[in-house]
């Protein structure tokens, strides 16, 4: 399996042959590391350059006029930071780094160019923010009707299979370092609530979040209570190899 996230996350929407994965690594030459916290954009922000994850977490937010976070996005190893989002004159959101993280940027004129490049990286691209649009309509159906602890264990089946695919979870586990500040404010519940719902989670033996790893003792179950249906995910059409 190829190290490059980038290769390994667009490998599952196209198959890419040799030129176009050369292309994509050629693409990831500029790559900074940078600790947690450290914001990538800033809403007002020009939308120049391109960032893309290669390590860690990410997570795209917006700041409230009272000063209260939503968190939008959480954003993976080979997660673009909005690839269209350079055709607009200012980022509307922030999106900072949750965890030490390693970052390829990729100017707007370069990203313009691999997006037109070949028919399968330009269907990979595509594909990609699909995904992203599904990822964001079925967060907007959890916050407007699902009940905190559907919201809760959809959330942890949604992150874990988003790191199978990219070839990150083995064994019904994976690494989870969000705390559970961070997952009240992607779930518009408080951190309390979080923790009792996290607790009643491990009671009934379904799943457990600790020490920034997610453990799922009974994926059945913890799917039943999520109504949890991964369609929208898009599976990866082949492991990349």
Request: aromatic content about 6%; proline content about 4%; glycine content about 6%.
């Amino acid at each position: 399996m190829t190290s490059n996230a980038l290769i390994r996350h667009l490998s599952g929407y196209s198959d890419l042959g040799n030129a176009e994965t050369t292309l994509l690594a050629a693409a990831c030459k500029n790559v900074r590391e940078f600790p947690a916290g450290h914001h990538l954009i800033r809403e007002g922000d020009d939308p120049d350059p391109v960032f893309v994850i290669l390590d860690g977490w990410a997570c795209g937010y917006k700041i409230l006029p009272d000063g209260g976070r939503q968190i939008i996005s959480f954003l993976l190893p080979g997660d673009f930071c909005d690839i269209h989002i350079a055709i607009l004159q200012a980022i509307d959101h922030s999106i900072m780094t949750l965890t030490k993280a390693s970052v390829a940027s990729l100017p707007r004129a370069e990203m313009e160019v691999l997006i037109q490049a070949m028919p399968n990286l330009t269907q990979a691209f595509w594909w990609s923010q699909l995904v992203d649009q599904s990822i964001l309509r079925s967060w907007i159906a959890s916050m407007g009707r699902r009940k905190s602890v559907e919201r809760v264990a959809h959330l942890m089946c949604e992150l874990y299979i988003r790191m199978r695919n990219i070839g990150l979870a083995s064994d019904d586990e994976c690494k989870m370092p969000l705390t559970q500040l961070v997952l009240a404010d992607a779930l518009g519940l408080t951190p309390v609530h979080v923790n009792r719902v996290l607790r009643e989670l491990k009671r009934a033996e379904v799943m457990e979040l600790s020490q920034g790893s997610l453990k799922i003792i009974n994926s059945s179950k913890l799917a039943e209570i999520a109504g949890f249906d991964g369609n929208y995910l898009h599976e990866r059409i082949r492991p990349y190899g």
